[in-house]
């Protein structure tokens, strides 16, 4: 898919008040940091489009940016940032739960993980809970430029496994560098597949 057109629309702590035009809608979720937004610029060709930064805990809004006209991309906080302190990240958590779980439009959620770091407590219980809820998901591990090709494969490898402990069957899995611009293409194609379906 080409995307030709991607223009920001709203931003909102409450699912309730995202757009009612009832278009399919993609998010991204996961650690604060692990590179939600920067993914959505690559997607998106548009450098500024999503904000990003260094420091985690940068998006702290559900934000919607429409795609072609057609469908939406959702930037979502992100998760499990310890120095928000613990009633600011059960605020953040209350607002992605919320959306994840009440979102009729949510078609698909892209769960980021690491590709640097082995499984972490905190997301697989975040995809437990997913599975639990019957959320359709795909998993993206994100900052593949920043480790060995052999380190990476390692730490896929431990990741599956963990993985197939808990399920039979696994998710989709995608491998993305926003910096070395890699992996957008097979995501794009993934929701025009799904697109198409609707
Ligand atoms: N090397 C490298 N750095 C990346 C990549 N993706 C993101 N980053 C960097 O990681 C930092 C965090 O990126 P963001 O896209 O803001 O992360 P986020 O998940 O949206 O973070 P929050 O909004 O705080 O939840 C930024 O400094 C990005 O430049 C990548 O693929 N490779
Ligand atoms: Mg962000």
Redesign the pocket.
């Known amino acids: 898919m080409i995307v030709k057109d991607a223009q920001f629309v709203i931003s909102n702590t409450d699912y309730r008040k995202c757009p009612e035009d009832g278009k399919p809608e993609y998010a991204f979720i996961?650690r604060?940091?692990?590179?939600?937004?920067?993914?959505i610029n690559m997607l998106t060709n548009r450098k500024g489009l999503a904000m990003?930064?260094?420091k985690?805990?940068?998006?702290q809004l559900i934000n919607h940016f429409v795609i072609n006209n057609e469908w939406y991309l959702v930037d979502l906080?992100?998760y499990g940032y310890a120095q928000r302190g613990k009633e600011g990240r059960e605020q953040i958590r209350k607002i992605i739960d919320s959306y994840i779980l009440k979102r009729t439009q949510l078609t698909c959620l892209f769960l980021?993980l690491d590709c640097r770091h082995e499984p972490q407590k905190i997301d697989m219980e975040f995809l437990n809970w997913l599975g639990e809820e019957s959320i359709p998901f795909a998993i993206v591990f994100?900052?593949t430029?920043?480790i060995s090709k052999g380190r990476l494969a390692d730490n896929i490898a431990a990741y599956t496994s963990k993985l197939q402990e808990t399920w039979e069957e696994l998710p989709a899995i995608f491998y993305?560098?926003?910096?070395h611009r890699l992996g957008g293409d097979e995501i794009l194609n993934y929701i025009e597949k799904i697109n198409k379906t609707l």
């Open positions: 996961g604060s940091n692990v590179g939600k937004s920067s993914l990003t930064s260094s985690p805990g940068k998006t906080p992100g980021l994100t900052k430029d920043k993305t560098s926003s910096e």
